[in-house]
């Protein structure tokens, strides 16, 4: 099936469980205003922006021990800017998702997925 179809049947069906990054990105690419010669920088302080939202509900949730409101929804806006910055860097968002788990697997294969540093 072609990207541009799987899109289509996501956004037809709604069937969110069954899309992939790519098609996401594609999706979050038709919803995207932003300002084009500002790109980078709107797009990374969004994308900090909404992962403080994520821990400002974590947060909350420690504090009154009990998990009140949709962190999902914090997560999904976590995700567009994400989709919306690799789109911006011309990299496809499941390349980078694949890549990621390359990087975790191979450090984990050799005992150093603990520790600091980019080059372990």
């Keep these: ?3 541009e179809e799987e899109v289509k049947k996501f ?3 709604r069937n969110k469980s069954m899309i992939t990054a790519t098609a996401y990105q594609m999706g979050a690419k038709k919803t995207a205003i932003f300002p084009a010669d500002k790109a980078l920088e709107y797009l990374s302080l969004g994308l900090v922006g909404e992962a403080g939202e994520v821990a400002n509900k974590v ?3 420690i504090r009154d021990k009990k998990i009140e409101g949709d962190i999902s929804g914090e997560i999904g806006d976590v995700l ?5 910055l690799a789109d911006y860097l011309n990299v496809d968002l499941g390349r980078v ?3 990621n788990l390359d990087k ?4 984990k294969e050799r005992g150093v997925l603990g520790g600091s540093g980019d080059r372990r």
């Design 11 to 13: 956004m037809d069906n």
């Design 80 to 84: 567009w800017y994400c989709a919306m």
């Design 59 to 61: 947060k909350k949730i």
């Design 104 to 107: 975790l697997r191979s450090r």
């Design 97 to 99: 998702m694949e890549n």
């Design 1 to 3: 099936m072609k990207l």
